[in-house]
């Protein structure tokens, strides 16, 4: 336990198995020793998280508010805050991946343009997939690990399902594109003045 631990406390980004697995054996039943982990950590501000295809210790939610007191909105991380916009389209690839940069126009009915495009690859959130069997054979976007870990999903399939937010009226392209939502789509020259942030946009979703 105290192995598995002190790996996972020392690493900058969720452990996988195969490293712990080096650690402890690969006879080791790493799930009984991670539940060992997690029952210590009862009651206190942190806890033990699958995430991102690893675990990580991670601050627990109810500390949030004393966290953003303390260091600000991005927790002292430091990662560029996203605008409406682009954490909207970083959704739509999220749940419609691999997808083209022209698809995700098409669903806005506004072109998505390459500097949004490169804003989202440079926070590292999305890569290249596949090339579209689409005439010209477009790049795809899918999201990464990065995008995993960020928002606390160990896998895809953590995602809320689409059907069911829309059936419950939470998410539809209509709210997507209702007010100005889609204003900064085609590039704006000043994006420090668009509202709104990947967190406050997405966590209603997963959480």
Not at 86 to 100: G, H, K, S, W
Request: with cysteine; net charge negative.
């Amino acid at each position: 336990m105290g192995r598995v631990e002190a790996v996972i406390f020392a690493a900058s980004k969720p452990v996988p198995r195969e490293t712990l697995a080096r650690v402890v054996g690969r006879s080791c039943n790493l799930e009984l020793v991670i539940d060992d982990i997690r029952a210590e950590l009862t009651g206190r501000p942190y806890e033990l998280v699958a995430v991102a295809g690893g675990w990580q210790h991670r601050t627990k939610k109810i500390f949030g508010d004393a966290i953003r007191a303390a260091f600000g909105q991005q927790g002292g991380q430091g990662e560029k805050e996203l605008s409406q916009s682009e954490a909207l389209v970083l959704m739509c690839i999220a749940y419609f991946q691999p997808i083209t940069r022209g698809e995700l126009s098409s669903f806005f009915g506004k072109e998505v343009s390459r500097d949004l495009i490169g804003v989202l690859r440079g926070q590292d959130l999305i890569a290249s997939g596949p090339r579209s069997p689409q005439p010209k054979a477009p790049y795809t976007y899918v999201t990464t690990k990065t995008f995993l870990s960020q928002f606390g999903l160990d896998t895809l399939r953590q995602l809320p399902d689409f059907e069911a937010l829309e059936d419950a009226g939470l998410l539809s392209k209509e709210k997507l594109l209702a007010g100005d939502i889609v204003t900064g789509l085609a590039g704006r020259e000043n994006r420090d003045e668009e509202e709104g942030s990947v967190t406050e946009v997405m966590e209603v979703e997963i959480s």
